[in-house]
């Protein structure tokens, strides 16, 4: 069993600037991709930032030049930081990976986390 647990979100003025992280814990091998994803009021999940085991990262329009993917792979831990928040960078941020969970065996799966808010508002 594995557990994603993301900390970090809260309330910030626009303008303002929010650090999420991610731990993940559990049965774990190896961690491939880790990404962050995001619900606002009334959408659908969105994929924000995704980041690969070599930091390669690639970002959601939206967020390029103001949010950073990262990852210390030592820790499972993934993070993202936020800058220039908007007000429609309000919603509920969630974490997930691709876990492979036995070092015998080629099978993964992924893992979500239950999700941090983040309410950007003046």
């Known amino acids: 069993q594995v557990q994603l647990v993301e900390s970090g979100g809260g309330l910030v003025q626009p303008g303002g600037s929010l650090r999420l992280s991610c731990a993940a814990s559990?049965?774990?091998?190896?961690?491939?991709?880790m990404t962050w994803y995001r619900q606002g009021p009334g959408n659908e999940r969105e994929l924000v930032a995704e980041i690969a085991r070599d930091g390669s990262a690639n970002y959601a329009d939206s967020v390029k030049g103001r949010f950073t993917i990262s990852r210390v792979n030592a820790k499972n831990e993934v993070y993202l930081q936020m800058n220039d928040l908007k007000p429609e960078d309000t919603a509920v941020y969630s974490c997930?990976?691709?876990?492979?969970?036995?070092?015998?065996?080629?099978?993964?799966?992924?893992?979500w986390g239950q999700g941090t808010q983040v309410t950007v508002s003046s």
């Open positions: 559990g049965r774990i091998s190896r961690i491939n991709d």
């Open positions: 997930s990976a691709v876990v492979f969970t036995s070092p015998y065996l080629l099978r993964s799966t992924l893992f």
